[in-house]
Nanobody, 115 residues
Framework: QVQLVESGGGLVQAGGSLRLSCAAA????????MAWYRQAPGKQRELVAT???????TYVDSVKGRFTISRDNAKNTVYLQMNSLKPEDTAVYYC???????WGWGQGTRVTVSA
């Protein structure tokens, strides 16, 4: 069973930065396409970014140029560097494998961006 633990969230002013981490335990995740998702209050969870085992990345249009997904396979960890944060980035952020079947969701890490 894979356990995903997200961390690094917090309260930040608009224009600020945060770096999120997702540590995986129970399985080596380096061979999987990994992704960051977010769920804003009252909205459905949405895909934010993906990264392949080889390091190729994709981003939702709303975060392109501001967010960077990366991975450290030696640490079994995926990261999300978030710069130029906006109030609309406020959400709980989760990581998981991109393809189905996805693993059980972690508790997420809350990001709050004040105007």
């Amino acid at each position: 069973q894979v356990q995903l633990v997200e961390s690094g969230g917090g309260l930040v002013q608009a224009g600020g930065s945060l770096r999120l981490s997702c540590a995986a335990a129970g399985r080596i995740v380096s061979i999987y396409v990994m992704a960051w998702y977010r769920q804003a209050p009252g909205k459905q969870r949405e895909l934010v970014a993906t990264i392949t085992s080889g390091g190729s990345t994709t981003y939702v249009d709303s975060v392109k140029g501001r967010f960077t997904i990366s991975r450290d396979n030696a640490k079994n960890t995926v990261y999300l560097q978030m710069n130029s944060l906006k109030p609309e980035d406020t959400a709980v952020y989760y990581c998981n494998r991109f393809s189905l079947p996805q693993w059980g969701w972690g508790q997420g890490t809350r990001v709050t961006v004040s105007a």
